[in-house]
């Protein structure tokens, strides 16, 4: 325990079950996949920016050291398979014939990782919970199945017979799924013999303190550590039995005494929105949070333990099924549950479309939150090419929703059976895709190759819509146009008023068909309407036949809200902000029609009054966003054209508008990749007020200009390796230049980050350089004539907001001379760290005006960059104008960055989910 080491000594027997003669086999060794910065798994956290594991200390990362492996008496040769080194081939000392089996022994010693990584591991009590933390043989199955650990818990083992003998210290107690034999003590340690027939799972926790309830119901025990809501124990009985008493009826029977429910497992996959509420704010009743917590941790747990499936290529099978039965159990024990529980009944909130929603109504909504955005992922795609937010939520989602709409489709199929007897019939045998789909066509009465195929192994997306409806005589004919690629069923709904009175499905609409239905007084029709089918866009999915002005009135919402398909809803939200010191606080409402799921087509109208400035100010904007689905890197086209009104001085405003294109490229077959490119174009057009104040110069003289703006950027960026460049022209009547920017960001093995930026800008041609630098390139402090950078006072000489720097251009920290280039500029910037937070950093340039000689300009200083980009100071020391540390008002040398933009700051925490 001192070490956090096990010390292990196994016999693997092996039985090779298929037509094939092995020589070599492989075993999953996941607890060697901490060892090093460079493992897949190391690599998928730098991916998603997670800083623990690469700033751990050594001692705090896992691994296993073999010491030997033999057979028969004689060692055998084994190595890590290249790229995988939590994965060993062993050569066998004989050829393993089929229908024969292998025994191995191995005695290796497991160091243990901090639970800080994955939840797994020891704690920082000394508590010790441990998934994956013995070697076990990988299955082959006509080839190897075998994958390296990538925190998805998803390895694929067959199902064994297991028997442990696992000796600890007496201060702790032994938790497990398995059964305990035996248990003595000896030489101040305990020893507890487990075993277990067909098994999968072998978690094992010792802890210090009885963390476990066992709970024992008519089914089988629950062992849980799952937070309890402050329940009585009376009520977690019976909450128990009830789960129990589900989880059998719909699984089949248990075929173990014990179902473990951990809290690791439930903080992994939680709730999603139940466990983003504080404590203190409850609108659900503490025995509903209950039951779905153990409800979802045990279905995923049992699921594990009835069906032996690879998690990793066939994950969408166990999703649906626990996603399906968490939607069956809510619509059995609470139908009438709101998505916002009690919240729902508040004045003011009650308003609202999103409390109003059914609590089921999350799946779709979630699942359609990444489709809206085009990063949805095909349910069959491997689930380690999954964005993070596709893995934990969206595919999850998509594939209960998906057996919801098959059963729904059916009619009196009756899928809740038909998955019980899938269960047992597949029960401790391999299940996947295929058998699932034979499984369930050998007994349906309705074509199903379009689940398998456009729902299950495409992306493609739903979009039906009403083109024509007219009546004719006693009935009503109807054109349904099919606005995808997706050619699946839809349901079709007649209206009286409000009232039902007929449901059909549809089939096997490739463009459009038109159909007649009896006229039953109807008023309106709607397609999905229960919304059972995932589709894309619902918000046209309405007809209505008595004459009105549209089909959908409209409707006024205070708030950003999910959207309602019955209206056209434009929403009116408060303003409160400050985005210079010449408006100083802004109050103001926009009125906009953007949901909180996307839409192609959003506008947004803002006017503000500036407190300060004591005058009206605001902004409008009109963006397109059309999404690209075919097979090139072009993913998004977005249109747009804005326009703003603000302080740029004090008592003087700019007005900017700016029409323009922008092309976003990316690996459509790897959604994971952070590179990015994006083709921008515009035109921005500038009104100043002029400065009477000022001298007169080319740039006071005429205060307005307009300016072609062309640019490419190309980012690449993850936690360990950060490059980004761009090249930028731009085009106006006095002036024509290219720039090129390039940054290059390393964070070495011993935790150094090392930063390089190189710039580079050259005037085609200046009319304004013997007048003004306005349009000049700046060594430290860009003019910004575009009015694109966040500066809180742009016009300010002099004070606080003069020293706010923003790394552009020539990215100097020190105010040198020549600040500005009328004819060329390149520079170099550099930092490395000095501890922690710290760095030194450097900046080189040449600075070259017209008539003048080329100047050499430099700047050294210390950098603390509490938050990168975000939030940092810099502190000049020695440059062109000597020690600066020793100059009088060295403070007013002092350089910050500074982002009060929440947005901004937001996607510092939501970037490793997309």
Avoid at 178 to 188: N, R, T
């Amino acid at each position: 325990m001192e070490n956090n080491q096990i010390k292990i000594s196994q016999e693997i027997t092996y039985f090779n079950t298929s037509q094939d003669t092995l020589q070599t086999i492989y075993l999953n060794d996941w607890g060697n996949s901490f060892a090093t910065k460079d493992t897949p798994l190391a690599k998928r956290f730098s991916e998603e920016f997670k800083t623990e594991f690469h700033f751990a200390k050594n001692e705090d990362r896992g691994y296993s050291v073999i010491t030997d492996i033999h057979q028969n008496g004689s060692e055998l040769k084994f190595d890590r398979v290249k790229d995988h080194i939590d994965v060993i081939k062993v050569e066998l000392d004989t050829p393993l014939l089929p229908n024969n089996s292998y025994t191995i022994y191995l005695n290796y010693i497991v160091q243990v990782p901090n639970d800080k990584f994955t939840r797994y591991g020891v704690t920082s009590t000394g508590d010790y919970n441990l998934r994956f933390w013995y070697i076990t043989p990988a299955i082959y199955n006509g080839a190897w199945k075998y994958s390296s650990n990538k925190d998805l818990d998803d390895m694929f083992v067959p199902l064994a017979d297991i028997d442990m003998e696992i000796t600890f210290p007496l201060a702790y107690q032994l938790v497990s799924e398995l059964d305990k034999k035996d248990y003595y003590q000896v030489k101040g340690n305990q020893v507890v013999v487990l075993s277990g027939k067909n098994r999968v799972n072998s978690k094992l926790f010792l802890n210090k303190e009885s963390q476990y309830r066992d709970i024992e119901t008519d089914f089988f025990t629950i062992a849980s550590n799952v937070d309890d809501e402050d329940l009585s124990p009376m009520n977690k009985a019976l909450v128990t039995d009830k789960i129990a008493q589900f989880l059998s009826n719909n699984l089949g029977d248990y075929p173990h005494k014990r179902l473990l429910i951990t809290d690791i497992d439930y903080r992994k996959n939680p709730l999603y929105g139940l466990n983003l509420l504080p404590s203190f704010i409850r609108p659900f009743p503490d025995h509903f949070q209950y039951e779905l917590k153990i409800l979802k941790t045990g279905l995923r747990s049992y699921l594990e333990n009835i069906l032996l499936i690879n998690p990793r290529t066939d994950q969408w099978l166990l999703d649906g099924m626990q996603t399906y039965y968490l939607m069956k159990y809510v619509d059995e024990f609470y139908p009438n549950m709101k998505l916002a529980g009690t919240l729902s009944d508040i004045f003011g909130l009650k308003s609202f479309h999103a409390t109003q929603l059914d609590f089921n109504a999350q799946y779709s909504f979630l699942y359609m939150h990444m489709a809206r955005q085009n990063i949805d992922q095909p349910l069959s795609m491997s689930k380690d090419s999954l964005l993070k937010f596709n893995e934990n939520i969206a595919n999850k989602y998509k594939a209960g929703v998906g057996l919801k709409y098959l059963d729904d489709y059916l009619g009196n199929y009756k899928m809740t059976g038909t998955l019980l007897d899938y269960l047992n019939t597949n029960r401790n045998q391999e299940a996947n895709t295929n058998n699932f789909k034979d499984f369930l066509e050998a007994t349906a009465t309705k074509d199903l190759n379009w689940f398998f195929t456009d729902y299950l192994q495409t992306k493609k997306y739903i979009d039906y819509t009403i083109s024509r409806a007219v009546r004719e005589n006693d009935s009503i004919r109807v054109t349904i146009k099919n606005k995808s690629d997706a050619n699946v069923p839809i349901s079709l709904f007649s209206f009286t008023d409000k009232t039902v009175t007929s449901k059909i499905w549809l089939e096997n609409i490739k463009d459009s068909i038109t159909i007649s239905i009896p006229d039953t007084e109807t008023t309106r029709l709607v397609l999905n309407h229960d919304q059972i089918v995932p589709e894309f866009n619902v918000r046209n999915n309405t007809k209505t036949l008595n004459k009105a002005l549209f089909n959908r009135p409209l409707q006024l919402r205070l708030i950003k809200d999910i959207e309602d398909p019955d209206y056209n809803q434009v929403f009116l939200m408060p303003i409160v902000e400050f985005n210079n010191i010449y408006d100083g606080i802004v109050l103001g409402v926009k009125a906009y029609n953007k949901t909180v799921l996307r839409k192609p087509f959003y506008y947004k109208i803002s006017p503000q009054y500036g407190l300060k400035s004591e005058s009206l100010t605001g902004s409008i904007s009109l963006n397109y966003n059309q999404y690209i689905d075919d097979s090139s890197h072009l993913y998004n086209i977005s249109y747009g054209v804005g326009a703003s009104y603000s302080s740029y001085a004090k008592d003087l405003f700019v007005t900017k508008f700016t029409p323009g294109v922008q092309l976003s490229f990316k690996d459509k077959t790897n959604l994971r990749a952070n590179k990015r490119q994006y083709l921008s174009v515009r035109y921005v057009d500038i009104n100043r007020d002029s400065d009477p104040s000022a001298l007169l110069t080319s740039e006071t003289n005429q205060p307005n200009y307009g300016v072609f703006n062309m640019r490419y950027n190309h980012i690449d960026k993850d936690l360990i390796n950060y490059s980004s460049w761009f090249a930028d022209m731009q085009f106006a009547e006095k002036f024509g230049k290219i720039a090129l920017n390039y940054e290059y960001r390393k964070l070495s093995k011993n935790n150094r980050q090392y930063n390089l930026r190189f710039f580079a800008g050259a005037f085609f041609y200046n009319k304004t350089y013997r007048d003004s630098d306005y349009f000049s390139f700046a060594l430290d402090r860009p003019t910004d004539y575009l009015f694109d950078y966040n500066y809180y006072g742009r016009s300010e000489s002099a004070g606080i907001f003069s020293q706010q720097l923003i790394i552009a251009e020539g990215g100097f920290k020190s105010q040198l001379e020549p600040a500005f280039a009328n004819q060329w500029i390149t520079t170099l910037n550099g930092s490395m760290t000095i501890w922690k937070y710290i760095m030194a950093y450097g900046d080189i340039g040449l600075v070259k005006n017209h008539e003048e000689s080329t100047k050499v300009l430099y700047d050294t200083g210390i950098r603390v960059s509490l938050m990168e980009d975000y939030f940092e100071l810099y502190f000049p020391v020695y440059s062109n104008l000597g020690w600066e540390v020793s100059q009088p008002q060295y403070a007013e040398k002092i350089r910050f960055i500074v982002t009060l933009d929440f947005k901004t700051l937001l996607g510092l925490f939501t970037r490793r989910w997309y």
